[in-house]
C-alpha cells in the first residue's frame, strides 16, 4: 500500500467511448502527476498538478483531458483514443514546494483500447 | 525527453551474486533518484542520491554518483529470486524547482533465479 488508489486497474474500451481514469492520494501531498508507460519505452510524462492548478502539460493530445479538483484528487479523462494510446497510465504524488522530489506511485491503470 | 538512460537494458543473475546498473544522465542535477518495478506495477522508490553526495547505502543497496562523468550506478549485493524486476533512474526535469517532475530511463530489467 502506497498511499496512491488508482481505479479503475483494468480498463478496455473502444475507440468512440469516454472513460475517467481516477486517483487519489492519502499522503497530504501538494502535486500530482500522470504519467504513461508504453511497452520498451520510458514512462513518458503526461500532466503536472501543484496545488491543484496544472504546471506542466507535456505536449499531451487533446483526447486525454485531466482534472485536479482538489489536492488529493486527480482524474485523466479518456475520449476518442487510438489503439496506440493502449499502455498502463501511472498516478504519482510528491511533497512539490517541500521534500525531496521523491515520487510516490500508485499500482496503475493498465487501458487497452480496442 | 528522456533524461536517464540506464546500462545495461537486462541483466541475468544468480541468488547470492552482485548485481550493477549504470544510469548516464544529460544536464545538471540536484538529485538522482533510483526506483523499482515489479511487473506490471507501480514504481517503489528505492534510493536518492543528492548531487554533494558521492556514495549512499540502504540495506543491500549501494548508489554511487559521479556528476563529472554525469552517471550513476545501482549495486544490489547478495541478490534474491525477489529482486526480479525493473530498475530506473530518474532526475528532476527542472533542476532545484519544487515540485517538478522526475524524468526516468528505459530501465534495467533484472532476473535473479534460484
Known amino acids: 500500500e502506497t498511499g496512491v488508489t488508482q481505479t479503475p486497474r483494468h480498463l478496455v474500451m473502444g475507440m468512440t467511448n469516454k472513460k475517467s481514469l481516477k486517483c487519489e492520494q492519502h499522503?497530504?501531498?501538494?502535486?500530482m502527476y500522470w504519467y504513461k508507460q508504453s511497452a520498451k519505452k520510458p514512462l513518458e510524462l503526461m500532466f503536472v498538478?501543484?496545488?491543484?492548478?496544472?504546471?506542466e502539460n507535456n505536449s499531451v493530445p487533446s483526447r486525454f483531458s485531466p482534472e485536479c479538483p482538489n489536492s488529493s484528487h486527480l482524474f485523466l479523462h479518456l475520449h476518442t483514443l487510438q489503439p496506440e494510446d493502449s499502455a498502463l497510465y501511472l498516478c504519482?504524488?510528491?511533497?512539490?514546494?517541500?521534500?525531496?522530489?521523491?515520487?510516490?506511485f500508485g499500482e496503475g491503470s493498465r487501458l487497452t483500447v480496442l | 525527453s528522456q533524461q536517464g538512460e540506464e546500462d545495461p537494458q537486462a541483466l541475468s543473475i544468480q541468488e547470492g551474486e552482485n548485481a550493477t546498473m549504470n544510469c548516464s544522465y544529460k544536464?545538471?542535477?540536484?538529485?538522482l533518484q533510483w526506483y523499482r518495478q515489479n511487473s506490471g506495477r507501480g514504481l517503489v522508490h528505492l534510493i536518492l542520491?543528492?548531487?554533494?553526495?558521492r556514495e549512499k547505502h540502504s540495506g543491500r543497496l549501494r548508489v554511487t554518483l559521479d556528476t563529472s562523468k554525469k552517471s550513476s550506478s545501482l549495486l544490489i549485493t547478495a541478490s534474491r529470486a525477489a529482486d526480479t524486476a525493473s530498475y530506473f533512474c530518474?532526475?528532476?526535469?527542472?533542476?532545484?524547482?519544487?515540485?517538478?517532475?522526475?524524468?526516468f530511463g528505459k530501465g534495467t530489467t533484472l532476473s535473479v533465479s534460484s
Open positions: 498538478y501543484n496545488f491543484k492548478e496544472q504546471t
Open positions: 542520491i543528492r548531487s554533494n553526495e
Open positions: 544536464t545538471s542535477i540536484n538529485n
Open positions: 530518474a532526475t528532476p526535469r527542472v533542476a532545484n524547482q519544487a515540485g517538478t517532475a522526475l524524468i
Open positions: 504519482a504524488s510528491s511533497h512539490g514546494t517541500s521534500g525531496s522530489g521523491e515520487l510516490f
Open positions: 499522503l497530504g501531498h501538494n502535486a
